[in-house]
């Protein structure tokens, strides 16, 4: 079935970029999708990326998309301590409307 | 425009309760759905519905139902709560579409003793 890994774990300096990874098991998905939860919330998009797609930008956040080896990244540039939080990898599974998360990786950010 | 809620925020249950967690969204989406979340394993699919009067399996169904009745609601039913049903319950609904973003509520906190 399907299947979607994540690293538990990051920590990074205040400043530096922070790359979250993920992979993920089902060739025909569309859409990956990025989600991050703040302590307490819900989970909140980041961004997505088609399939088709080897790399979209939005302001500080790139999404690298290696459909060959189904691995897909997030990489945060100048990381903030506001970005601390769990980021979930997700794929699109059964038409759009089932999503597969990760585990979720959790992002330490200190001074 | 308040989103997705979720009632109540917290909940404690003994075995063999019942309980209905709400969900509403005044978006006039479509698509709901019902998840868990637990440590490390990330969020899994309970239910979904695809409309009023449409409700389906996702990857974690038994002990749970849903009912769909209105475009606006979709509540989580627990018939005989169970200590493996302790999670954090997320709804989450979406318009349609290929792309159509997810939104989450802010989730119900469950212990059952």
């Known amino acids: 079935g399907e299947d979607v890994e994540q690293s538990l774990f990051l920590s990074v300096r205040e400043g530096d970029s922070s790359v979250i990874n993920c992979t993920y098991t089902?060739?025909?998905?569309?859409?990956l999708y990025w989600y991050k939860q703040e302590p307490g919330a819900g989970l909140q998009l980041l961004t997505y990326i088609f399939s088709n797609m080897d790399m979209k930008q939005d302001q500080r956040l790139t999404v690298l998309l290696n459909k060959k080896d189904k691995h897909l990244s997030l990489r945060i540039a100048d990381t903030q301590t506001g970005d601390s939080a769990i980021y979930f990898c997700?794929?699109?599974?059964?038409?759009?409307?089932?999503?597969?998360f990760g585990a979720g990786t959790r992002l330490a950010v200190h001074p | 425009n308040a989103g997705v809620t979720q009632t109540p925020k917290f909940q404690v249950l003994k075995t063999g309760q019942s309980m209905t967690l709400q969900c509403a969204q005044d978006m006039n989406h479509e698509y709901m759905s019902w998840y868990r979340q637990d440590p490390g394993m990330g969020l899994r699919l309970i239910h979904y519905?695809?409309?009023?009067?449409?409700?389906d399996q996702g990857e974690v169904p038994n002990g749970y139902n849903v009912s769909r009745s209105t475009t606006e609601d979709f509540p989580l039913r627990l018939e005989l709560a169970a200590p493996s049903q302790t999670s954090v319950y997320f709804c989450?609904?979406?318009?349609?579409?290929?792309?159509?973003?997810?939104?989450f509520g802010p989730g119900t906190r469950l212990t059952v003793l």
């Open positions: 519905s695809v409309g009023a009067g449409i409700t």
């Open positions: 989450a609904s979406k318009s349609g579409g290929v792309a159509d973003t997810q939104y």
């Open positions: 089902d060739s025909s998905s569309t859409y």
């Open positions: 997700a794929e699109a599974s059964g038409g759009y409307n089932k999503l597969i």
